[in-house]
């Protein structure tokens, strides 16, 4: 019963992005009005290209040779991507950066006394991970960029262990290659989010949970991952809640298993507590910052995604009148009249999420403007860029739901691939209310690439079945 429930909600969930991005013509809308008709010669080609290097990828049968491969290839592309483009921070990242450099500098007042900081102190976290670096290493943007090249290069191999495990070899394969050459990934690289580190580190926990490593120590390596993500970027509850869910559903009648479990699962919550305690310890002896590592404003994000003027993004408006309450309290009472409000029309809040859902699922991956800041190169190629990460995104999605629709007929009881289904739905779910941007989706996409994996090996098998037969 618990496996169909998260199977149909996934279901559910991937037939509606697949129906916004099709059916609705949001993706398609773009997709088919080009510049020149030498932009889609350069994007048939580069489509080819990419199949081409997938396939020859998948034939080599030795297991390190091929992780080799995949590393090397994924970080080449990307550092020649980083080199070749010259991002420059923007928004928050700019505000992170610049807190990096003033710290490094022993400029502690220059926290201290940033509304940005002192809001949003969680983002001392990812900061502190650029203090250490621009410490060590100078204060170079390469530099940072460098580690962010060695870090995104690092997910298609978690995410091809991680369908390795699920028994999946060559549906593994077939999936990191895909995640290796997929465009938004590539071309994230060169800003300076904290989403790359804290994805890594979520996903290198999830994998050591369905892995068979040392028990002893596993839970350490589980709650190190994830509360060290955590600090990085705040989207560790999903996951925490997820694991519960899976761990319950798992052993739904087994009370052994799940007391045998739970304990496990609560040695994760000491870790991930502790290493969040010691973080927010260290920046305040430091004398950093005068708060420990929190969102000081929790409901603002609530507050944009309930907007149903702005559909959810980021309002200027809500900004501007929210500034103008002078105390914590008052603003926090603001806030709670604000998203009372909203949620008192059902009729408008339905409207509002499914246009939540088509800006955050459908529209084109604004990680693409954050990388190419310089006015030259983004008309050079972003449009190119966008058409074939559309295309890209589309096939993923499709086989996605697909690979769920076949896991329903297959009827196999509750697996590790539900782990990542109920994170999938969660994150799905919580956009609904929370602000969204379409490069929120960064942290999904490696679900999407692994659910597909036992699907592939499924057609690998048949095939040659039919080939044997024939």
């Keep these: 019963m ?49 199949g081409i290097l997938i396939w020859w990828g998948c034939k080599i049968e030795d297991n390190k040779k091929f992780l080799i491969v995949l590393f ?90 991680t369908g390795k495990k699920m028994g999946s070899n060559k549906g593994a394969k077939v999936v990191s290659l895909g995640y290796c050459f997929y465009i938004s990934s590539i071309v994230s690289t060169s800003v ?26 596993k839970w350490i390596l589980i709650g190190l991952s994830i509360g060290i993500g955590d600090i990085v970027r705040p989207e560790g509850s999903i996951v925490i809640i997820a694991i519960i869910l899976f761990i319950i559903f798992k052993n739904l009648l087994d009370y052994k298993e799940i007391g045998k479990s739970l304990a496990e699962f609560l040695g994760i919550i000491m870790v991930i507590i502790l290493v969040s305690q010691a973080a ?39 900004d501007i009148y929210l500034s103008g309450y002078g105390t914590r309290e008052g603003r926090t009472k603001a806030e709670l009249g604000l998203i009372k409000d909203r949620l008192s029309n059902p009729k408008a809040l339905v409207k509002t999420m499914s246009y939540k859902t088509a800006i955050m699922w459908g529209a084109n991956d604004t990680s693409m403007n954050l990388s190419l800041t310089d006015e030259v190169q983004n008309n050079k190629y972003l449009d190119i860029l966008i058409k074939i990460e559309k295309i890209q995104y589309m096939i993923l999605m499709i086989m996605f739901l697909g690979s769920i629709i076949i896991t329903i007929r297959r009827k196999d009881g509750f697996k590790n691939t539900h782990l990542y289904l109920i994170i999938f739905i969660g994150y799905f779910l919580a956009h609904l209310l929370i602000e969204v941007q379409p490069r929120y989706r960064y942290f999904a996409i490696p679900i999407i690439f692994i659910i597909q994996a036992e699907f592939l090996e499924m057609l690998f098998k048949d095939r040659g079945r039919k080939a044997i037969s024939g």
């Design 192 to 217: 300076l989010t904290n989403q790359h580190l804290a994805t890594l580190l979520f996903y290198t926990g999830i994998y050591l949970l369905i892995s068979n490593v040392n028990k002893k120590y």
């Design 72 to 161: 090397s290839t994924s970080f080449i592309i990307r550092l020649v991507w980083v080199l070749s483009i010259k991002t420059e921070p923007i928004s928050d990242f700019a505000f992170m950066y610049e807190g990096a450099q003033n710290i490094a500098g022993g400029n502690y007042d220059y926290i201290l006394n940033s509304g940005y900081f002192k809001t949003w102190v969680y983002q001392l976290g990812f900061t502190m991970y650029l203090v250490g670096i621009i410490k060590f290493f100078g204060d170079s943007l390469l530099i940072i960029k460098v580690f962010n090249v060695l870090i995104v290069s690092l997910i298609p191999v978690i995410i091809y262990l």
């Design 280 to 318: 927010s310890f260290a920046v305040m002896k430091e004398g950093i910052s005068n708060d420990p590592l929190i969102n000081k404003d929790p409901l603002w994000k609530f507050v944009c995604g309930l907007n149903p003027d702005t559909k959810g993004s980021y309002s200027e408006d809500d």
């Design 2 to 50: 618990s496996s169909n429930v998260v199977l149909y909600l996934a279901s559910i969930f991937a037939a509606s992005i697949v129906f916004i991005n099709l059916v609705l013509g949001i993706s398609l809308n773009s997709l088919f009005s080009f510049n020149k008709y030498s932009d889609i010669l350069v994007i048939i080609l580069a489509i080819v290209a990419i």
